[in-house]
């Protein structure tokens, strides 16, 4: 294969992540074919045509049904808004493009599902944007975990804690409707903390939740709207979806864990990370320091140390990007690594990395939180 045509549906902050990770993917995975940038879709006027001139794609478009017609094109980035994504991951897998799409995926797992049997039926490939799992840090602890290091795994803690939405003044955008952005945190920040306990730790068996709204009303705002804007002045609005979750869970291997997501919590920016307690050991990971994990490891059991490992080039894509540990990796770089497994499947007709089966898994649990707060008990999964 000489070369991939790709596509972005969707060109907000997301879409311009991808992009970059597309244009930087040779110059870190120089094996790959060459990537060409074929079309950019967005439906506020001159957002594309601004993608086309600043990054060089070919074409642009308000409609992303244009690309889904495009028989040259191979390949789409699927980074709209989230009630757009069962539509278009649907339309671009029934055209016979491979898709690399965001996290959640839909609303709900029916919606999941439905993109999964799209690209099951057509034969194409998917990788969804499960981007921490790709972290060095967290490639490291799987090994230590997989190696029987830790023991077996008794316990553990993963939090998402932002402040993306904890200004009272940010605008009452799709995030914060359910017809449009689904359980709010949930799909937003605990998607990727149950994607992270399932790729470290295994299936969830059963869990209870609860969630809260802490901000009940927002402004709407006067435009389009890009990332988290603000909007002060006009008219108020309800707040749907859920600005806090916490769960309990049980998993198949027999050990227990809780998952905390929130985007309103103030004086946190991207806390995201985990602790995972074994009978032998334990490891510690935060994205504030993805380059480090700390370490508890031996047979002293009782009084056992942590040391703070700085991960280097023996450490998943490590060496791709950096020489030597203690060399600092950043968000971007994981979305590389995302491109890098989207492309290598498209090359060798494998699934690589996370995966829409991992998407539905997901979602299933997210789900499973709703049906939890609403029956106020425990959700069986499996």
């Given at each position: 294969?000489?070369?991939?045509?790709?596509?972005?549906?969707?060109?907000?902050?997301?879409?311009?992540?991808?992009?970059?990770?597309?244009?930087?993917?040779?110059?870190?995975?120089?094996?790959?074919?060459?990537?060409?940038?074929?079309?950019?879709?967005?439906?506020?006027?001159?957002?594309?045509?601004?993608?086309?001139?600043?990054?060089?794609?070919?074409?642009?478009?308000?409609?992303?049904?244009?690309?889904?017609?495009?028989?040259?094109?191979?390949?789409?980035?699927?980074?709209?808004?989230?009630?757009?994504?069962?539509?278009?991951?649907?339309?671009?897998?029934?055209?016979?493009?491979?898709?690399?799409?965001?996290?959640?995926?839909?609303?709900?797992?029916?919606?999941?599902?439905?993109?999964?049997?799209?690209?099951?039926?057509?034969?194409?490939?998917s990788?969804?944007?499960?981007?921490?799992?790709?972290?060095?840090?967290?490639?490291?602890?799987?090994?230590?975990?997989?190696?029987?290091?830790?023991?077996?795994?008794?316990?553990?803690?993963?939090?998402?804690?932002?402040?993306?939405?904890?200004?009272?003044?940010?605008?009452?955008?799709?995030?914060?409707?359910?017809?449009?952005?689904?359980?709010?945190?949930?799909?937003?920040?605990?998607?990727?903390?149950?994607?992270?306990?399932?790729?470290?730790l295994?299936?969830?068996?059963?869990?209870?939740?609860?969630?809260?709204i802490?901000?009940?009303?927002?402004?709407?705002?006067?435009?389009?709207?890009?990332?988290?804007?603000?909007?002060?002045?006009?008219?108020?609005?309800?707040?749907e979806?859920?600005?806090?979750?916490?769960?309990?869970?049980?998993?198949?291997?027999?050990?227990?864990?809780?998952?905390?997501?929130?985007?309103?919590?103030?004086?946190e920016?991207?806390?995201?990370?985990?602790?995972?307690?074994g009978?032998?050991?334990?490891?510690?990971?935060?994205?504030?320091?993805m380059?480090e994990?700390?370490?508890?490891?031996?047979?002293?059991?009782?009084?056992?140390?942590?040391?703070?490992?700085?991960?280097?080039?023996?450490?998943?894509?490590?060496?791709?990007?950096?020489?030597?540990?203690?060399?600092?990796?950043?968000?971007?770089?994981?979305?590389?690594?995302?491109?890098?497994?989207?492309?290598s499947?498209?090359?060798?007709?494998?699934?690589?990395?996370?995966?829409?089966?991992?998407?539905?898994?997901?979602?299933?649990?997210?789900?499973?939180?709703?049906?939890?707060?609403?029956?106020?008990?425990?959700?069986?999964?499996?």
């Amino acid at each position: 294969m000489t070369g991939i045509s790709v596509a972005v549906a969707g060109f907000g902050w997301m879409g311009r992540v991808h992009t970059q990770a597309y244009l930087r993917l040779r110059q870190h995975y120089p094996q790959l074919p060459v990537i060409r940038l074929a079309a950019v879709a967005d439906e506020v006027p001159g957002r594309g045509e601004e993608a086309a001139d600043q990054f060089g794609f070919e074409a642009f478009t308000q409609d992303w049904r244009d690309i889904a017609a495009d028989p040259a094109i191979d390949a789409v980035s699927i980074t709209a808004p989230n009630f757009l994504h069962r539509e278009i991951g649907v339309a671009m897998a029934e055209a016979g493009k491979h898709i690399w799409i965001e996290k959640p995926v839909g609303l709900s797992t029916e919606d999941a599902k439905a993109v999964a049997a799209a690209v099951s039926k057509a034969g194409v490939q998917s990788t969804v944007g499960f981007n921490y799992r790709n972290a060095p840090a967290v490639a490291l602890a799987k090994s230590l975990i997989d190696s029987g290091e830790l023991g077996t795994i008794t316990h553990s803690r993963f939090r998402f804690l932002s402040d993306y939405a904890a200004h009272p003044e940010g605008a009452l955008s799709w995030r914060y409707e359910r017809e449009r952005g689904g359980a709010g945190v949930l799909g937003d920040l605990a998607s990727h903390g149950i994607d992270l306990i399932r790729h470290l730790l295994g299936d969830v068996d059963a869990l209870v939740a609860d969630t809260a709204i802490f901000i009940p009303e927002r402004a709407r705002p006067s435009a389009a709207t890009s990332g988290h804007a603000r909007a002060s002045g006009g008219e108020m609005g309800a707040v749907e979806n859920e600005d806090f979750v916490s769960a309990l869970l049980r998993l198949g291997s027999g050990g227990r864990c809780t998952l905390e997501a929130c985007r309103v919590a103030v004086g946190e920016q991207n806390n995201y990370g985990f602790e995972i307690h074994g009978t032998k050991g334990a490891v510690f990971w935060d994205y504030r320091r993805m380059g480090e994990l700390g370490t508890s490891l031996g047979s002293k059991y009782q009084d056992q140390s942590v040391t703070t490992v700085l991960v280097g080039p023996e450490s998943g894509e490590f060496g791709r990007f950096q020489p030597g540990a203690a060399n600092a990796m950043g968000y971007d770089d994981l979305k590389v690594i995302e491109a890098r497994n989207f492309v290598s499947s498209i090359v060798d007709g494998a699934p690589q990395g996370a995966t829409i089966a991992d998407a539905v898994a997901s979602a299933q649990a997210l789900d499973a939180m709703v049906a939890s707060v609403s029956s106020g008990g425990w959700i069986c999964l499996g």
